[in-house]
């Protein structure tokens, strides 16, 4: 559920700085050295040896920084170097320039090393509470893909989970109310109580009555908190020939078969945690056949829009960008349309592609 390459924090939020970055002071130092030896004439451009020392700042700790800084006092005093002669004044000036931007260069390499270890420990601690789902799971090949709102999280207010069972293999994918890491205690109860209910309960309906009462019980504990999510609950068969499906007021799976993506047409139920008395989820049974597909997604992906306010349309673009394509694909081209379809994306984007392996795959083992 990380995110990749591209996109991960940049520069400015604390990456390493890119190459031209690191760059910068060398080849500055290198420009003025070169124009003064080859000029016929002493040059005035010494000026801008000053500013390699705080350049350095930007990818260099206080040894290099220092070491750069002593270069530039040394390089105004050469006279190889076709430079004005600079005062008494100047060289002060660059001289406690340097010695700035070595202090400045220590405290920005401590503060560096502290965030990456609360960036380490933030991401193993969102890691375990939402681990990626393994690209296999029984007879099903499972691809999630999980995009935060909030910039710089792994898991937010969204979340799914892929879990076999003594009934078949068991998924979950749901948004709870809240966004970013004010939500993610509530996604760590909910996932909690799934993997225990997918082990424990018999049937689908009170898999989702378990998740339903984490939630009542959890907003008994807070009485200004009201706990609610939204959530689709799948449960294939061991052979993967059909699969049930429970909505608790979340959008319903889509099918992909033959070329088409169609909703299931599942019976829907409130929300999880509001605790209707005398409510109980109803499961739908669809029987699947050979290279059909299950695509679950957020209402993230449904409700993007593009620059008119004009909704994402899934079910019209599903079936080419799954055209080919094995179920991590599949996630990653529809977030890439995403992307491209809408100009921001202010919710976070929850993905989970379910495929039934065949039967000639599951004995061979592949």
Known sequence: MGRPDGERRGWLRGAPPPPWVRALPLALAAGVCVAALVSPEPLDIGFLLGAIPPLAVLSYGP??????GVAVVVMLNVPAF??????QTDV??????ALLSVFVAFVRHRRDQQLDLERTVAEAA??????PVPERVGPLRCAGLYRAAQRGTLVGGDFFDVRESPHGVRAVLGDVQGHGLAAVATVSSLLGAFREAVLDQADLEAVAGRLDR?????SARDAVAELFATAVLVEFTPDAGAVRI???GHPPPVLLR????????????TPLGLGLPGAAPTAVRLALRPGDRLFLASDGVSEARDAGGVFYPLLERLPALAAGAGPA???DRVWADVRRYAPAIRDDVTMLVLAPLSAADRREGR
């Open 82 to 87: 076709q430079l004005d002669r600079p005062g």
């Open 246 to 248: 429970v909505v608790c």
């Open 126 to 131: 969102q890691r375990a509470v939402a681990p």
């Open 63 to 68: 040894a290099v920084t220092a070491v750069l």
């Open 329 to 331: 694909a599949t996630a």
């Open 258 to 269: 033959d070329g088409a993506a169609t909703e299931v047409d599942a019976v829907p139920w």
């Open 214 to 218: 984490r939630l009542v019980v959890d």
């Open 92 to 97: 002060l000036t660059v001289s406690f320039v």
